[in-house]
């Protein structure tokens, strides 16, 4: 195979390197949320990153694959963040971390099916434009996060919306096609069919808008999701400290290693905390990780 490199890290809440397999919750393989839009710039692989590292410090297991093998945003900060543990001789819950460069889709379930072994959850983050293997992981999700921008722009990667009167006037293509999955996929009778996909639309970068615009894109937003059948969560809001954390790989979660916060940073936090319960994800029965101690401040 040879088409990926990772690099792995024993999940902070089985240090022992004992696993027992009875202990997991989900019945047909890891999880596998997917982070996708065609569009870049979005916070597709800054959630994704927070998304995995959130659910390391609850225990579970995270594999994140990054199939931007040209940006490498995700598999770049979980880089990062190795070497502040290694710098800072500090333990933080982390996530296996690949990147995928094959060249075929069998190649891309290889090493899926490897990763499924021993993790929870499969995280994959994808590039910003129409990808083959974007597609075939977001049509096989079973969480699809969508980030978009406060912006008529970004909703046109999902509908079109009618420029009198803001209803949405006929579906993207991309719209349609995880439309088809999802329907392809309730529909399937094979016996270990997974579960429904859960697609969860997620307002990302939100600024404070003008009332009469949050107005219509609340509007257009309710419509494109009764159409497509998405849930509306809402995400990070635009903050400096996101585009500040990417050297050290540290998220708004790593308490002790970012020395004082403010209250903005709190409520940043409590932000993170709602979009990881607005995800209802399943979680393995399995200890938190707990908070990392300060060791040194090298
Ligand atoms: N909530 C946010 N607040 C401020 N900057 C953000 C936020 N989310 C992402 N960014 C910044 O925006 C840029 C694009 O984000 P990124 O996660 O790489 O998007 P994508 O993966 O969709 O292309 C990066 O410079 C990132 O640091
Ligand atoms: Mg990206």
């Known amino acids: 195979m040879g088409g990926w490199s990772s690099r792995r890290h024993p999940p902070a809440a089985s240090a022992s390197g004992h696993v027992n397999r009875r ?27 927070h998304i995995a590292v959130a659910l390391a410090y609850q225990g579970a ?15 770049r900060y979980l880089e990062n963040r190795a070497e502040t543990v290694a710098r800072r001789n500090v333990a933080l819950p982390s996530a296996t971390f690949a990147v995928f460069r094959g060249e075929t889709i069998e190649e891309l379930d290889a090493l899926s099916e490897e990763l499924s072994a021993d993790h929870d959850f499969l995280v ?23 980030p978009l921008n406060d912006s008529f ?7 079109q919306v009618d420029a009198e009167t803001f209803k949405v006037r006929r579906l993207s293509f991309y719209a349609e096609l995880i439309w088809e999955a999802r329907k392809k996929r309730a529909m399937s009778t094979i016996k ?3 579960r429904e996909m859960d697609w969860v639309v ?12 949050m107005k219509r894109l609340d509007q257009a937003l309710g419509e494109l999701s009764k159409r497509v059948g998405f849930r509306i969560a809402s995400g990070l809001s635009e903050r400096v400290i996101y585009r500040e954390l990417f050297p050290s790989g540290l ?11 403010g209250t903005s940073h709190l409520v940043a936090r409590q932000e993170l905390r709602a979009l990881v319960s ?9 200890p938190a990780a707990s908070e990392p101690a300060m060791e040194s401040a090298a």
């Open 202 to 213: 997620v307002r990302n970068r939100t600024q404070h808008t003008e009332a009469r615009n």
């Open 278 to 286: 607005g995800l209802n994800l399943p979680m393995p029965a399995r």
């Open 192 to 194: 270990d069919s997974r």
């Open 153 to 159: 722009v970004d909703f046109d990667l999902i509908g």
């Open 61 to 75: 297991r995270v594999a994140a694959i990054d199939l931007d093998s040209r940006q490498r945003t995700m598999h």
């Open 251 to 261: 998220t708004l979660l790593d308490k002790g290693q970012l020395g004082e916060l």
């Open 124 to 146: 994959f983050d994808t590039p910003g434009r129409d990808d083959a293997f974007a597609r075939h992981v977001a049509t096989r999700a079973d969480t699809l996060v969508t």
């Open 23 to 49: 202990d997991r919750v989900l019945s047909s393989g890891p999880h596998r949320i997917v982070f996708a839009n065609e569009k870049g710039g979005t916070g597709k692989s800054t959630t994704a990153v």
